[in-house]
């Protein structure tokens, strides 16, 4: 939910915020923008659409300053147009900022400051911000750190922002609330992003500044960070993991195929040094500490939104089945105003990707404040979730950059199963000997999924069928049928075709009346309790001339019959089903996204990291 990046140093500042740009697109792609300052000079260029774009207009213009600052931006107040680009400069063109997040109370401060004489330009919120720092700096003649300090006393909402201006051209201005910032530590010279990403090839020492905090770098004197109230505070520099070559494409057409087939690798890193399923055991080191209190929460409540929100409702299946813990699946948007109960004893469990997405951190607070133990389940390495919960587990998916989620939700899936299987097996509430399958089947999962993977050009065959068709329906039962939400979901996000997700036995109450001959059914079909229902069902959309692709499991012949293709999964236990039967699903909507000529890692409209309501 917008990109943003700055740089102070000795290099050129423009290749570097450009190439973080790119980096950082995955996060919105309505416009791009960046403002260097060369002698004195404050050159700000932006454009409507993507960084590419970008670079075509600033073309043959001068670009030699070694300060700047650079924005991709997801439009929330505002068309997506050259004029709402950011950056966004003051009245007198001596500040200029890009930011991420909203402004809240953009227009009480835009009234005041219009009679105050300002003159606006734009639609957005974060215009009023640059104007109301001008404003003060110009009534109180403080410096542009302090001016941007009193600003932001004054301002309700999310902000991460990154500020510079040509009358103090040697320093950065840089500040944060409920949106992230990084600032990477290079030798004399200093990167600000959003994320890691674009840092990572340059430093791999970085300092994540902290809500209501703001940084002053300055090109001689090095940074410095402060509270919103004025008290300093030391940086604490950390030190990435992450490995550059995670963020190319590595030969893959784009990174959605290139993450799909990094799932065996992904989940095997998941395991590591956590599940042994030889000697029989399974721990998660991050929630070692309060694994009692798991053990005997009241209930655990989950919050999630998107793709993780489908794997918070595989998850109640794995709890309440293995370790017997009743389980509330909650979308996190709707958690935080539903006024709901929530006791000292429940357990909450915040699953996000990017450990970023707004209203799943509003959620959360909202439940520690009510005396709840949080823990999260996230993939982005230090992001914000990480670090307000109690506790959690990292999925270690790796870098995620493709916007429609698949390895982050597969490996989403394997963390939660390996959390019930491990609070199941300290309440008593799993038998050995099925708690011995089950670490068996989770350890299987890495070479079951490179076998599935084989099938790739066969579902590539199946998908170029319904390419073109209008609806599509995913059904599954059990823990299944999330999958069938998810599938629906992953075909309606990156190929635009309309799809839903429903309980395979729900489907007789409506979108049975859906179906005729040009309606593609996909059926999650596999052996386990509930085979013989599925069957039933399908029998049903049969009869009505539903186009049937049903996931079966590997020799399956009664399914084969009646569908019209089938995929075949390794036998498995039921219980690693819905991680083994995602696969399919991604490969059918990314070969249908692609025969359709659409955006498949940047799908319109959509950002990965939601960083807004
Ligand atoms: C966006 C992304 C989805 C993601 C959702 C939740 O909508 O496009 O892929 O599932 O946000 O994000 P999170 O980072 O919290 O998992």
């Avoid at 951190?361 to 996230?378: D, R, S």
């Avoid at 019959?561 to 075949?568: L, S």
Wanted: charged share 25%; proline share 4%.
């Amino acid at each position: 939910m917008c990109g943003i990046v700055g740089y102070i140093g000795n290099k050129k500042a423009y290749p570097i915020l450009i190439k973080g740009l790119s980096r950082l697109e995955y996060r919105g792609y309505d416009s791009a923008g960046v403002a260097l300052l060369e002698d004195g000079k404050l050159n700000v260029f932006k454009r409507q659409g993507k960084v590419l774009d970008l670079t075509n207009f600033v073309a043959d213009n001068p670009t030699n300053g070694t300060v700047g600052i650079g924005h991709t931006r997801w439009a929330t107040h505002g068309l997506p147009n050259d004029i709402n680009a950011h950056p966004h400069t003051s009245g007198d063109g001596s500040i200029t900022l890009v930011h991420n997040g909203i402004i809240e109370n953009y227009d009480i401060l835009k009234k005041e400051l219009i009679k105050r004489g300002h003159v606006f330009k734009s639609e957005t919120d974060t215009e009023v911000l640059v104007h109301l720092i001008e404003d003060i700096k110009e009534k109180s003649g403080a410096s542009l750190a302090e001016s941007v300090r009193i600003a932001l006393n004054e301002v309700h909402g999310a902000y991460a922002i990154v500020v510079i201006s040509p009358e103090e051209p040697n320093k950065i201005i840089a500040a944060k609330k409920s949106s992230p910032l990084v600032i990477g530590m290079g030798e004399d010279e200093y990167y600000l992003a959003s994320d890691a990403t674009p840092i990572i090839e340059y430093t791999k020492n970085v300092v994540y500044l902290e809500d209501e905090q703001i940084a002053i770098i300055d090109r001689y004197n090095g940074l410095r960070i402060f509270s919103i109230s004025n008290k300093e505070v030391s940086p604490y520099v950390q030190e990435l993991e992450m490995q550059l070559e995670e963020l190319e494409k590595g030969g893959y057409e784009h990174f959605m195929l290139k993450e799909i087939y990094e799932q065996p690798r992904a989940i095997h890193d998941s395991f590591r040094g956590r599940l042994n399923a030889k000697e029989g055991w399974v721990s998660l080191g991050g929630i070692k500490d309060y694994e009692d209190q798991i053990a005997k929460a009241n209930r655990i409540i989950i919050i999630a939104c998107g793709t993780s929100w489908h794997a918070a409702l595989v998850a109640e299946y794995y709890f309440e089945d293995l370790a017997r813990i009743p389980v509330e699946v909650e979308y996190a948007s709707e958690f935080r105003y539903r006024n709901p109960i929530i006791r000292k004893d429940d357990v909450v469990i915040a699953i996000s990707q990017s450990g970023e997405t707004a209203d799943t951190l509003a959620a959360l607070k909202m439940a520690k404040e009510q005396g709840a133990t949080l823990l999260g389940i996230v993939n982005v390495v230090g992001s914000t979730i990480s670090r307000v919960t109690d506790a959690g587990s990292y999925t270690h998916a790796g870098p995620e950059i493709g916007v429609a989620s698949t390895k982050a939700f597969t490996t989403q899936l394997v963390l939660l199963a390996m959390m019930a299987l491990s609070i199941g097996k300290k309440r008593g509430t799993i038998e050995d000997k099925k708690f011995q399958t089950l670490l068996d089947e989770m350890e299987a999962l890495p070479s079951k999924i490179e076998q599935l993977l084989k099938s790739d050009d066969y579902i590539r065959e199946v998908s170029a069928i319904y390419k073109d068709a209008p609806n599509a329906l995913y059904l599954g039962r059990g823990s299944s049928f999330p999958i069938a939400l998810e599938g629906a979901l992953k075909l309606k996000e990156i190929s635009y075709i309309h799809a839903e997700g429903y309980p395979a036995a729900e489907m007789k109450h409506g979108p049975i009346a859906l179906i005729d001959e040009n309606m593609p059914v996909f059926v999650i079909a596999t052996q386990g309790q509930n085979y013989e229902k599925v069957v039933s069902n399908i029998q049903e959309v049969k009869a009505r001339k539903g186009k049937l692709i049903a996931i079966v499991s590997k020799g399956d012949t009664t399914v084969r019959e009646i569908a019209d293709h089938v995929i075949e999964i390794p036998n498995s236990d039921e219980f690693v089903v819905p991680i083994l039967a995602t696969i399919p699903f991604q490969l059918i909507s990314y070969h249908i996204a692609v025969m359709r000529e659409c955006n498949v890692d940047q799908p319109r409209n959509l950002a990965k990291s939601v960083t807004v309501e």
